[in-house]
């Protein structure tokens, strides 16, 4: 027997809305298009951490005091990741795409969403065993600047190595993870070299433009949190940054299958969930 859900009460719809509102208003942050279910969780999670009794309260404070901001983004945003998450993905970039970058004297990559930095590194120590690191620039983006400090530092706590090695070892890696990381007092640090050629950047996919063109978008986990007409964007941002026949890589539950910017992409390796862009850039805002 299913279960009839419980309506939503219309004043937390209207709080939430204006616990939104301010939060564009004030200090440029927009959730207003992120799938609702999680809105709320990640709402209630920020009310909760910073000791207010309703989200009205949260949101007079939020108003007026900057400084509880990080505090707020950080509990609105997910950072859960793992160095070569879904090693599949990784194992299919190293033998499908990696042939096809091959051929290009420079490329460039955009890690849209890199929260905590291990996909950029993931990439980064992939690029660097198949001999592309030297002629690759990295752009990795966030919009939780905590975040994005974090992945520039490049360390992680040292008991999440057993897990990083496995997945390197499934995703292809073709030395030992330890070639690439120095381990000291309870943490690893991944090697200066690896983000020497990565710009760490703010950009927010649901109200920033595209900066450069690509041949490779990785933005994996991150379109999950937004509706539909926010995947669209982001997707039809992706379509504009990328060169023709460049890849985009999605998370494993994420398509844009059904998405108004589909026509711009052509399956490449859909257990994976990576495409290609199909004709130029200039036909994305068609
Ligand atoms: C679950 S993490 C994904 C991390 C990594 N890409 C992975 O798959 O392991 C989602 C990240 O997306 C970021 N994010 C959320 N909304 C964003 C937006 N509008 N623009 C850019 N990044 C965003 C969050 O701050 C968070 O760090």
Redesign the pocket.
């Known amino acids: 027997m299913s279960v009839a859900p419980v309506p939503a009460d219309p004043a937390d719809e209207v709080e939430l809305d204006l616990f939104l509102e301010a939060l564009h208003r004030r200090w440029h942050y927009?959730?207003r298009s992120?799938s609702r279910a999680s809105l709320v969780r990640r709402a209630d999670l920020a009310r909760e951490r910073l000791g207010c009794a309703t989200l009205s309260d949260l949101q007079g404070r939020l108003l007026r005091d900057p400084l509880i901001l990080p505090d707020v983004?950080d509990a609105?945003?997910?950072?859960?990741?793992?160095l070569f998450?879904?090693p599949s993905y990784y194992l299919a970039l190293r033998r499908e795409v990696v042939p096809h970058l091959r051929t290009f004297p420079s490329l460039k990559v955009w890690?849209?969403?890199?929260?905590?930095g291990?996909?950029v590194y993931s990439l980064a120590i992939l690029f660097q065993e198949e001999g592309l690191l030297d002629r690759t620039l990295f752009y990795a983006?966030?919009?939780?600047r905590r975040?994005l400090a974090r992945a520039e530092a490049g360390v992680y706590a040292i008991d999440r190595l057993p897990a990083f090695s496995q997945n390197y070892q499934r995703a292809g890696g073709t030395g030992t993870l330890a070639d690439h990381y120095t381990a000291a007092y309870g943490r690893v640090a991944f090697d200066r070299r690896l983000r020497d050629r990565t710009v760490f950047t703010e950009?927010?996919?649901?109200?920033?433009q595209v900066f450069s063109e690509v041949h490779l978008v990785?933005?994996?986990?991150?379109l999950?949190?937004?509706d539909s007409p926010?995947q669209d964007r982001?997707l039809g941002l992706f379509a504009e940054a990328l060169t023709r026949g460049g890849f985009l890589g999605l998370?494993s539950h994420e398509t844009l299958r059904f998405s108004s910017q589909a026509r711009h992409f052509a399956a490449f390796h859909e257990p994976d969930r990576i495409w290609r862009r199909t004709a130029s850039r200039e036909d994305a805002h068609a």
Request: hydrophobic content about 40%.
């Open positions: 927009d959730f992120y983004i609105m945003t997910v950072q859960v990741s793992e998450r879904d890690v849209a969403g890199c929260a905590d291990e996909e983006t966030e919009i939780n975040a950009h927010n996919l649901a109200t920033d990785s933005c994996r986990n991150v999950i949190y937004f926010l982001a998370g």
